[in-house]
């Protein structure tokens, strides 16, 4: 997030793009619905009526997998009102030429014709977008989990360069991230084209610096990306995997092309919590602490870095995950992995991460810091971009609307989308007895139209198929879906959502279309000997 | 700011301060039953009255403002005389059961009713008389230990902003319910548990913390392990094993507020599928093996796979769920000990 979680309630408008908050980021969602309540305006867009909806100024239902479309029309608007703040875009943007060109085409009427929402919404929520500076963009995966998830988050950003809405408080553009620690895991450098602190691995500089500190001569090709990995397995160029905390087999898209994949593999070792789907393929299953049992730090969405603090020790014998990666390291030879404790990794951290300089667990302990937070006076930085970008001026890129890679049909009518619910994380929430006890199974959600259309009742059992896979789940009927669309969860190892999902990447980012699958619905009437 | 006198001595606060927040900055605690902080004010309770010269009655500390020049007396005889009855009133239809109380030692009334030497109420007459309700797999509620005090209501009016409950009835009668007064279930309810950490009695109570006494205790405050939020809690422990999640009121995020997965979650830490010894796959069935082969096999197996296709050949992913810590090491392992960028973790998948 450019902006603090704290200025959420301070938006006067906020612009929810993709975000189903109050399900999977709750106490962000509760800022959200507090903010409405007070009297902050909020635009949601999603195809899903979702909770955000009912407090919605403006709600747009777009056609998934439009949103390209959607902002490219709204900037359109926007411009040809004269909404747009020329003196932002004059002094700290470029390609505004090229920009105005592209979304020329992208007439209300156009834009109508291709999102589903009027040409009389598309005029309100531009309107009511820039009515004030104190408005903020949200979003989530609804944005990035398309084949054009690039484009949208960089549409994202045309529109709030458009009018100026960065750098200051209470606006921004603000991604806010799925795990506890998907953003530290970025920053740590866990990609295979970045160090810590997203240094390239290909900048010769980056490259001297991690080759001094760690007095090794590092490898020169970029790495492979998860489905790089997968399909490398495939094709024989993967042999082997090390699999930490991760599992693949019910997250990623298109479950059994990850399966057969992680089956092909000559040594798979997974090191987790639990015997997740993943670890029942691997050769070597390594027992990991979790959290309440290890020091170290997360770093949540809004860049700030806290502790995690030990509570207990860890069952039998198992280990907190950095030390069972030191004794690996070493094992293959490795010098420079003997640390006495989380803190004199962290250390290391400050000390090869210019974002992460100034910190130290010692600072860290009451408030955490924000980064970036480069040197040990430094109070953090509760949003960014403030008089100016990291590379000076901030480039507006020209973006045409794709169609999304599989569209509904005669054979499969339906188009499925994914997400998170509010009572369970990923998979590993399952293995909380109370919270399973909540929601014990998923319960896909159909418009009653097709629910009477093939003859459904709340609860009933259904077979989804799509091109990849077949499962069978229950159904909830409501209106939080359209005619023609379902959405479901993916937190079911008994109703594996992603057998059904494609494995179409965005061409950049290599995330999957989680987002929009086409399947087809039957129902199911004899259930004896399924589990779900 | 303004100055005014708090039980003899000249103090100060910010003007529109409460009389009850202004005395808690200059170290005088007034007793409160229905006041917090992050809710409007109700003034229900009473409990916080305190005397004011010049007015003509006792005034309620948390609906009202200091102002220049007060004379405030917090504990005079007539003060503390009104509190009693108002405690007697209280405990004449409270169960006295604080021997078996789950919220025992947690107890805002007990606190009070000790402070004031109330022993067991003067008044005999009808008690109000509710089962217990096993509300959902995770709350209790006892509406017999209810003190109407609306804290509940409020805070999941104003900080969850679900509305779930509120009051129904009137007089004696009057109790707190879901519309239609239906269970409390996910279809009415986000199961978030705010309204468990601001009862002040033992009305509604988290099951997960049933059976342990406040003072066995210790806490340790943490960062959630779920979402992108990054809440801080309280695990707290009791004979080395997590026994649940309260609030921690310095948590820079969240506040008091918490999730459902963050305030129940703790029996996935304690569940007896955790992984607790390394495995082999061994005739497509896995055995327990010790740490020592295990990553003998690790290593050697990387080794192998390193010498005869090269170190491309080999793949990580580090994990969205593991600290920075380790997901440093991960990579760092990964390209320094293996020797290839092909590291990666969920964060596009």
């Known amino acids: 997030m450019t902006n603090a979680i704290s200025e959420v309630e301070g938006n006067e408008v906020l612009f929810i793009i993709g975000s189903n908050a109050t399900e999977a980021h709750p106490i962000i969602g509760n800022k959200m619905k507090r903010a409405a309540r007070n009297g902050s305006k909020l635009i949601v867009i999603d195809p899903r009526r979702t909770e955000l909806a009912e407090y919605a100024t403006l709600w747009l239902p777009l056609n998934s997998g439009t949103d390209v479309a959607l902002i490219n029309g709204l900037m359109h608007i926007i411009v040809k009102e004269g909404w747009h703040d020329k003196e932002f875009i004059e002094t700290r943007c470029e390609g505004f030429d090229e920009l105005l060109k592209a979304i020329e085409k992208y007439t209300p009427e156009y834009v109508s014709k291709i999102t589903g929402i009027s040409e009389e919404l598309l005029y309100e929520t531009a309107k009511l977008y820039t009515s004030t500076k104190k408005a903020g963009i949200f979003y989530t995966l609804g944005i990035t989990e398309h084949i054009t998830g690039t484009d949208n988050v960089m549409s994202l950003a045309n529109l709030a360069m458009l009018v100026g809405h960065l750098g200051i408080e209470n606006a921004g553009i603000n991604p806010i991230r799925g795990q506890n620690n998907v953003q530290g895991a970025c920053d740590m450098g866990a990609l295979p084209n970045v160090f810590s602190g997203y240094q390239s691995v290909t900048d010769e500089k980056a490259i001297q610096f991690f080759e001094d500190f760690w007095k090794f001569k590092l490898n020169r090709n970029t790495g492979l990306k998860i489905p790089e990995m997968f399909d490398g397995s495939h094709e024989g160029k993967v042999k082997a995997m090390y699999i930490m905390g991760e599992d693949p087999v019910l997250t990623d898209p298109d479950a059994n092309h990850v399966r057969k994949a992680l089956e092909k593999l000559d040594f798979l070792v997974v090191q987790d919590i639990f015997l997740s789907e993943t670890a029942k393929l691997a050769d070597i299953v390594l027992p990991a602490a979790c959290y309440a049992e290890k020091e170290g730090t997360f770093t949540n969405t809004e860049r700030r870095v806290q502790l995690v603090r030990k509570a207990v020790e860890a069952p039998g014998e198992a280990r907190p995950d950095w030390e069972i990666i030191c004794d690996v390291a070493k094992g293959l030879g490795a010098g420079g992995f003997d640390y006495k404790d989380a803190e004199e990794i962290f250390k290391e951290i400050a000390a090869t991460t210019p974002s992460y300089r100034g910190m130290t667990f010692a600072r860290l302990d009451k408030n955490g810091l924000q980064w970036p937070c480069p040197t040990e006076d430094h109070p953090g930085t509760q949003y960014l971009h403030k008089g100016t970008f990291p590379k000076g001026k901030a480039l507006m890129k020209a973006i045409e609307y794709k169609v999304p890679a599989e569209a509904v049909d005669e054979e499969y009518p339906i188009l499925l989308s994914t997400g998170r619910m509010l009572y369970h994380y990923n998979i590993t929430s399952r293995f909380s007895e109370k919270l399973d006890a909540i929601k014990p199974y998923e319960l896909a959600e159909i418009n009653p139209a097709d629910a009477e259309k093939l003859g459904l009742k709340e609860e009933d059992f259904v077979r989804v198929t799509s091109r990849r896979g077949s499962i069978v789940t229950r159904v909830t009927i409501t209106n939080k879906v359209k005619p023609g669309m379902m959405s479901m969860t993916f937190h079911y190892r008994e109703s594996p959502a992603n057998e059904l999902t494609n494995s179409a990447f965005d061409p950049v980012t290599k995330t999957g279309e989680y987002k929009v699958s086409a399947v087809k619905v039957e129902k199911v009437k004899d259930m004896q000997g399924t589990a779900v | ?349």
């Not at chain 2, 007015?55 to 005389?81: D, Y």
């Not at chain 2, 009334?109 to 000790?114: E, F, G, S, V």
């Not at chain 2, 995020?253 to 979650?265: F, L, M």
């Not at chain 2, 080999?314 to 390209?335: V, W, Y």
Request: aromatic share 6%.
């Open chain 2, 1 to 349: 700011m303004v100055t005014f006198t708090l039980n003899g001595k000249v103090v100060t606060a910010k003007e529109g301060t409460t009389i009850l927040d202004a005395a808690k900055e200059n170290g005088v605690d007034i007793p409160h039953l229905c006041y917090d902080k992050n809710l409007s004010a109700f003034g229900g309770c009473r409990l916080c009255v305190v005397e004011v010269q010049g007015a003509k009655a006792l005034v309620a500390s948390c609906t009202n403002t200091v102002s220049e020049g007060m004379v405030i007396q917090t504990e005079s005889e007539t003060v503390v005389n009104v509190r009693k009855d108002l405690l007697d009133l209280l405990l004449a239809s409270h169960p006295e059961d604080c021997l078996t109380c789950e919220q025992a030692g947690n107890c805002k009334l007990q606190d009070y009713a000790y402070r004031y030497g109330i022993k067991r109420s003067s008044y005999k007459g009808a008690k109000k008389s509710y089962d217990i309700e096993s509300l959902n797999p995770v709350m209790e509620r006892d509406q017999s230990k209810c003190i109407l005090c609306g804290k509940c209501v409020r805070v999941c009016r104003e900080v969850q902003v679900t509305g779930t409950i509120d009051f129904i009835n009137r007089g004696f009668e009057t109790k707190i319910a879901t519309a239609y007064d239906v269970p409390i279930s996910t279809e009415n309810c986000r199961l978030c548990g705010q309204c468990i950490s601001v009862c002040p009695t033992g009305a509604i109570i988290n099951k997960q913390l049933k059976g342990t006494r406040p003072w066995e205790v210790s806490k340790v405050r943490t960062t959630c392990p779920f979402c992108g939020v990054g809440c801080n809690f309280d695990l707290n422990i009791k004979d080395g094993k997590v026994v649940g999640v309260t609030p921690n009121p310095d948590s820079p995020v969240n506040g008091t507020s918490i999730c459902v997965k963050g305030r129940y979650h703790i029996d996935m830490i304690n569940s007896p599928e955790r992984l607790t010894k390394p495995l082999a796959k061994k005739n497509g069935e896995f055995v327990e093996i010790s740490w020592d082969e295990a990553l003998h096999t690790v290593t050697e197996k990387l080794k192998e796979t390193k010498e005869k296709y090269g170190p491309d050949a080999i793949a990580g992913l580090s994990s969205a769920r593991c600290t920075n810590e380790e997901n440093f090491l991960f990579q760092k392992m990964m390209r320094v000990a293996v020797g290839t960028n092909s590291v990666d973790h969920c964060a596009r998948t």
